[in-house]
């Protein structure tokens, strides 16, 4: 025989290692607990904070519901967040129950709807790290949320129709009544402020949250420009001021100077800036409320001002893509909801059914008097 085929030691077969096997399999053990565990780490990572707040409030509604249904003691909704094995035992039914739940105490469709879609999402990811059967995602598409005009039915025929204090649709600004909000008195620091804070949320439909997240350094005057920060959708834009934005915000920076930190200071009870105490998202609100009440506008929050601008820019004929550009969308689901409700529906149709009276018709008598019965019935 050639020697060339006889194989060299080192390629001949060998018995396994018992130990090594022992030793791989065990490896093999903890790298799928160690992934198990910071799955949901993992996952919430790539979210973006407000998200997180989000899935941590709709977390806590899940614990609500399990001791609702007598689940003793209910999971920490924290270790929920962060631990795959919190989920172990959660069933398709247990699911299903939930939007029954949030139905009956009275959340809107909306929430209901979000609230399952996070749960869902824990649920994927808890069977994904070996938590739950891996055939529990797809059994969860059984389980629907609540929409179209089934969905609406159901809400209506509750009890319970409404449990936020959240306004059920955003209030209707008039012209007038926003050219109010916007006349501040620019001759006070307070004044010029507020001046300025409607000037962002009006001209430029800003959230309150990116309001509240502006600092000194966001605005260029000498271009008419501001750097907004937009955490919902994890961007940083620029947007051009208009004139009555640029107008306040030069009045209120007189009165506020150029240090750094939060663009919009609280104020004191005789209407001074206190200095580097930012005003924040609850104060914005208040104060926002407090200047609505004094317009004729009762109930005013900042998210009205921005349906204000949404609605103006199609009012205009902005077309879906700059309006969502501007104003900082992801999704053409909520810019479209605006333009859908400001709509005229038949404002495109075109009859050609003859025209019967005047503009100046309505304002004269008509000649003749109404046809009493007798004569409707006799008349051919």
């Known amino acids: 025989m050639d020697d060339d085929l006889i194989p060299a030691p080192s390629a001949l077969p060998t018995a396994p290692d018992p130990d090594a096997a022992a030793a791989l399999a065990a490896a093999s053990r903890a790298a799928d607990a160690a ?13 973006a904070p407000s998200t997180r707040r989000a899935h941590d409030a709709d977390l806590a509604t899940w614990v609500r519901y399990l001791a609702a249904v007598g689940v003793t003691p209910p999971p920490d909704p924290a270790r929920l967040a962060d631990d795959a094995a919190a989920w172990r035992g959660v069933s398709v039914g247990l ?15 909306a929430s209901i709807n ?27 598409r059984s389980v629907r949320g609540l929409g179209g005009r089934q969905g609406r039915r159901r809400a209506a025929a509750r009890a319970v129709t409404r449990r936020s204090p959240k306004k059920a649709a955003p209030l209707l600004i008039p012209v007038d009544a926003a050219v109010r ?20 949320l009006l001209d430029l439909g800003l959230r309150v949250g990116e309001v509240a997240d502006l600092e000194r350094a966001d605005v260029d005057l000498e271009r008419g420009l501001l750097q907004v920060t937009r955490r919902k959708v994890d961007r940083v834009q620029r947007l051009l001021l208009t004139n009555d934005a640029q107008v306040a915000l030069r009045a209120y920076l007189r009165w506020r100077g150029d240090a750094a930190g939060a663009l919009f ?45 949404t609605t103006l820019a199609f009012a205009a004929g902005s077309d879906l893509a700059a309006v969502m550009d501007a104003g900082g969308w992801s999704s053409a689901a909520m ?25 100046a018709d309505g304002d004269a008598p008509v000649g003749g008097g109404a046809l009493n019965d007798k004569e ?4 051919p």
Not at 114 to 140: C, E, K, S, W
């Open 114 to 140: 979000r609230r399952l879609a996070t749960v869902r999402a824990y649920l994927t990811q808890a069977a994904a790290a070996g938590a739950l059967p891996a055939d529990l995602p797809g059994l969860l």
């Open 376 to 379: 409707q019935g006799e008349r």
């Open 265 to 309: 200071w609280r104020t004191r009870r005789d209407g001074a800036l206190i200095p580097h105490a930012p005003l924040g998202v609850r104060g914005a609100r208040k104060r926002v409320g407090a200047l609505g009440a004094r317009a004729g506008v009762a109930g005013l929050s900042p998210h009205d001002c921005r349906h204000h601008w």
């Open 181 to 200: 909000l916007k006349r501040q008195d620019l001759r006070t620091p307070q004044g010029a402020r507020d001046a300025a804070l409607l000037a962002l």
């Open 35 to 47: 992934a198990a565990a910071s799955a949901l780490a993992r996952y919430r990572a790539g979210l």
């Open 335 to 359: 810019p479209l909801r605006y333009a859908q409700q400001q709509a005229i529906a038949n404002a495109r149709v075109r009859l050609a059914a003859p025209q019967v009276w005047t503009a």
């Open 95 to 109: 699911v299903a129950g939930f939007v029954e739940w949030l139905l009956g105490e009275g959340y809107a469709l």
